[in-house]
């Protein structure tokens, strides 16, 4: 079965510590997206890559970091420096294109104790 | 600043009623336009798309879009109560990087 997965589904995280999300597809899609959702807001989109080896900040990136090595997998690390990280984190994936519609992963909910 | 603009709602309608839910966008631009349907606590998931002015119908889901008025609107037809859900509008455009701006989603509520 094609689909995008994400890990873990809940993750607990202290304040000072870094934790990483994991994000894979099978879907053979170049680009990949990195939102945040906060409780009743919309999806605000944190990094986004476009192809292997390359990344660009979203609207806010401040706190966090991607890395893009294979094309299927995107994983996202929320740092220390994030200081409100506690948010459902959404991954997506799709062809660029004006008919690439997104598709999204199961999530992942974040809570800093 | 691309913008999407839903009402947040709720928006109740009883079962086997029509829901009309409604999107504005502020980029003359655009050029493709999504649905996506989220029950709470659970990620978004594609129901329609549409890239050309008029209607589309796909089952129960009607997408309509009125490019001049910078519009786009999904009907469902006898909704059920597993309608129940938040629904986002993402707008597309031609320029730049393809990244879609989401509205932040009108809660529909059907009620038995």
């Known amino acids: 079965d094609g689909g995008i997965t994400q890990s873990p589904k809940y993750l607990f995280r202290k304040e000072g510590q870094n934790v990483t999300l994991s994000c894979e597809q099978n879907l053979n899609h170049d680009a990949m997206y990195w939102y945040r959702q906060d409780p009743g807001q919309g999806l605000r989109l944190i990094y986004y890559?476009?192809?292997?080896?390359?990344?660009q900040k979203g609207d806010i990136a401040e706190g966090y970091s991607v890395s893009r090595e294979k094309k299927e997998s995107f994983p996202l690390t929320v740092t220390s420096a994030q200081k409100n990280p506690t948010a459902f984190y959404l991954c997506?994936?799709?062809?660029?294109?004006?008919?690439?519609?997104?598709?999204f992963g199961p999530g992942t909910r974040l809570t800093v104790l | 600043q691309k913008e999407v603009e839903q009402n947040s709602g709720p928006l109740s309608v009883p079962e086997g009623a029509i829901a009309s839910l409604n999107c504005t966008y502020s980029d003359r631009v655009s050029q493709s336009f999504f649905w996506y349907r989220q029950y709470s606590g659970k990620s978004p998931e594609l129901i329609m798309s549409i890239y050309s002015n008029g209607d589309k119908e796909d089952g129960r889901f009607t997408a309509q879009l009125n490019k001049a008025s910078q519009y786009v609107s999904l009907l469902i037809r006898d909704s059920q109560p597993s309608d129940s859900a938040t629904y986002l509008c993402a707008v597309q455009s031609s320029g730049g990087s393809y990244i879609p701006t989401f509205g932040r989603g009108t809660s529909l509520i059907v009620h038995p």
């Open positions: 890559s476009q192809i292997v080896n390359d990344f």
């Open positions: 997506a994936s799709s062809n660029p294109g004006l008919s690439g519609e997104q598709f």
